[in-house]
């Protein structure tokens, strides 16, 4: 394969995530008076926590009285499933400022509520729905807090991608000049698939290799590119200490201290904030730990870290796609936090 004469397709975000459709559950919303709020606050946070929505804000204003606050005491389950709805249209039920919901006894409710409800005074009750599960991004957040007030978080992993989106210019140059290194690589070498570890700062290999799978099913072309930086990384930051057996209950021998032998132990792997080029889609247990991205030519439906049943790191990925045809090349671009195999 001549890779400077491989054509490429204009890089898109692959979702990493399916867009999740609204689901509502059915909430015992009572009212209080206002002069309560803090102490009522205080008794629900141990009566009834609520540990699983922390999205929904436990409190607010009564949307029809100023005098009143009205409070999440719990979820009624016994109430049927919720009905999904479309994320994109904003819900058909009760708005977070609308007019009151269907009344309902408080002999309903558990009997640690039932007292709590008695003791602060509360004035009404009646059942509310709102979503039970936090938003994907604003738009959502924008539509299901009319149900009940939402508190905004952004994802611990960054907002995901639910939809395709072409990247700019400048990544489509990057990719494509790397992709064409790695695939020039594989070539060269007789085999399928090679990998590039490179530092995106400077856009530097740190590391190569081809696919050895052949000989050993533990040189994959990512594995053994990861091995190859991770002598790097030692060449250059050599151990202080000699290193030691992590089973050896002794420590390596010398009779000191395990936690201050490991402690001067210099572990080698691949630091964060780089990026891993393969020719062919890593496997779910070949992906290294601590790099941000991992871009691959051929995709794998079946095994990949990104197809297949498992779909493994979905929900924690950021992918570019460039698609292939005939005589044509594709990269993908995966970005996580963190690398977990689930084999």
Not at 18 to 46: C, H, Q, S, W, Y
Not at 66 to 73: K, V
Request: hydrophobic share 40%.
């Amino acid at each position: 394969m001549d890779a400077q004469h491989v054509e490429f397709e204009t890089a898109v975000l692959v979702p990493s995530q399916r867009e999740i459709d609204l689901e509502t559950i059915t909430l015992a919303v009572a009212a209080f008076p206002n002069k309560v709020g803090n102490l009522l606050m205080k008794a629900l946070g141990a009566v009834a926590p609520l540990t699983e929505l922390k999205h929904l804000k436990r409190v607010r204003k009564a949307p029809d009285d100023g005098t009143l606050l009205e409070a999440i005491l719990c979820v009624l389950i016994d109430d049927g499933a919720s009905e999904p709805a479309p994320a994109s249209s904003t819900p058909d039920s009760t708005p977070a400022d609308g007019p009151s919901g269907d009344s309902t006894d408080a002999r309903r409710l558990p009997i640690p509520l039932q007292t709590l409800y008695n003791q602060y005074g509360g004035i009404r009750l009646r059942l509310l729905p709102a979503a039970a599960a936090p938003p994907q991004n604003r738009q959502q957040w924008a539509a299901w807090t009319q149900l009940w007030p939402i508190t905004w978080r952004i994802p611990e992993n960054g907002t995901p991608v639910t939809e395709e989106a072409p990247v700019d210019a400048c990544m489509q140059r990057y990719f494509e000049h790397l992709m064409r290194a790695a695939l020039q690589l594989a070539s060269g070498s007789g085999v399928d698939n090679a990998a590039i570890i490179v530092d995106p700062a400077v856009q530097v290999p740190v590391a190569e290799a081809a696919d050895n799978s052949a000989v050993h099913p533990l040189q994959h072309a990512v594995m053994a590119a990861v091995q190859a930086a991770s002598e790097r990384d030692l060449a250059q930051w050599p151990a202080e200490r000699a290193s030691v057996d992590p089973y050896d209950r002794n420590g390596g021998g010398d009779g000191g201290d395990l936690s201050d032998v490991m402690a001067g132990r210099s572990v080698a792997g691949v630091e964060g904030g780089t990026d891993l080029q393969s020719a062919s889609s890593p496997g779910q247990g070949v992906l290294p730990h601590g790099r941000d991205r991992v871009i691959y030519c051929q995709p794998d439906a079946v095994f990949g870290a990104l197809g297949g049943c498992r779909r493994l790191h979905a929900c924690c990925s950021e992918i570019v796609n460039l698609g292939q045809g005939s005589g044509k090349a594709s990269a993908s671009l995966l970005t996580f936090r963190r690398s977990q195999s689930l084999d």
